[in-house]
């Protein structure tokens, strides 16, 4: 398989060839959940995916905990359904504890995990709490830890969950967290690894791994072998594998324009990028504080950088493209920039796009 037909495999996977009447829930699942480390980017995911998608079905959700916003994948927040998350969060156990150990460096002296864990659980289960009153709390029954270090021991080592609010993207800026209101699963790297596919799909280990943070996911999908397709990724020697009944339209499928928001979960999937963002972009997006800008999509790949701007009571949407855009680009693009401003910005008027020169 050539980059252009993995890119187009992996865009009908994740719902950006046209967009699809889906549950929220349903969706969620089959992107292989939302990369959520701020409240926002989830909603703006999901409109450019789900046909008919409004900002209520989100939140319903979440009141609902059908899904819920927590730590996973890589260590950092998603938004999963609950049977996700459930099913999900244990296969995560040695990524949570390596994480924990890069974050604590000189900073965990007396730290007693077995001590600290049940005291914030007793916490817990009486009331959820933001991190700064946990963090308190813990620091008055062990004043010798550090506080900071009490804090992330805990958000890495109990599976938690965070309490939806009723502000415009479902959280306010320092949510509560809880434990979660489901029973979590035994770990299962199979269905990790499946799971993982079925959204992201075609993929090589290395893929699943920078993805998920598990290590040594290979003898995983040797064992799926016998349940799998497998490909060769453009002539390379990289071994693609997929679920077989997996769409994978060809390389010459039409793919309209799309907005990513920042940290979309289609940009982080891949330990090979270039499915997605040509090799000579990537320095175009990357930056120290490790923020992923918001992404335009033309014809399917990568081609620049978008943000929002209100001035003066008016709002627009700027494109910044990597290069060269085809002529007639601001014109396909304005219709579906427009309706974006409407859905994330709906109280600003007037709405406008602009394409800025390369």
Not at 26 to 41: F, K
Not at 226 to 241: I, N
Not at 269 to 282: N, Q, V
Request: glycine share 6%; proline share 8%; charged share 25%.
């Amino acid at each position: 398989m050539n980059a252009r037909e993995l890119n187009r495999a992996t865009l009908a996977r994740q719902l950006l060839l046209a967009r699809e009447q889906l549950d929220v829930v349903e969706a969620v699942e089959r992107l292989g959940a939302l990369q959520a480390q701020e409240p926002r980017p989830p909603f703006l995911a999901l409109w450019s995916r789900v046909e008919g998608f409004h900002r209520d079905d989100l939140h319903t959700a979440l009141k609902k905990g059908s899904v819920v916003r927590a730590m996973l994948m890589r260590a950092t927040l998603h938004l999963a359904g609950r049977g996700q998350y459930a099913q999900l969060r244990p296969v995560l156990d040695d990524v949570m504890t390596r994480a924990m150990t890069g974050a604590l460096k000189g900073r965990d002296q007396g730290l007693d995990l077995d001590k600290v864990l049940p005291a914030a659980t007793k916490l817990l289960k009486k009331a959820p709490r933001t991190f700064n009153e946990l963090r308190a709390e813990l620091s008055a029954q062990f004043p010798q830890v550090n506080e900071r270090a009490l804090g992330y021991a805990v958000r890495t080592q109990l599976p938690l969950v965070m309490v939806p609010s009723d502000d415009a993207w479902g959280f306010p800026r320092d949510a509560p967290f809880a434990l979660p209101a489901m029973k979590l699963r035994k770990p299962d790297p199979e269905a990790l690894v499946l799971d993982y596919l079925a959204a992201f799909g075609p993929a090589t280990a290395a893929d699943v791994q920078r993805w998920s943070g598990v290590q040594g996911l290979k003898p995983v999908l040797d064992d799926l072998r016998e349940r799998l397709v497998t490909f060769k990724a453009d002539g390379a020697k990289r071994e693609l594998f997929d679920v077989p009944d997996a769409p994978r339209p060809g390389a010459d499928a039409e793919a309209p324009p799309r907005f990513l928001p920042d940290f979309d979960g289609l940009v982080l999937a891949h330990d090979d990028r270039t499915r997605l963002i040509a090799d000579e972009h990537k320095p175009k997006i990357a930056s120290k504080n490790l923020r992923i800008p918001a992404m335009l999509l033309w014809d399917g790949f990568a081609a620049g950088t978008w943000r929002i701007e209100r001035k003066r009571g008016a709002v627009t949407l700027t494109v910044i493209p990597f290069g060269r855009l085809p002529r007639a680009a601001k014109k396909a693009l304005e219709p579906e920039a427009l309706a974006l401003l409407a859905f994330a910005e709906p109280d600003a008027k007037p709405h406008a796009f602009s394409v800025q020169s390369s």
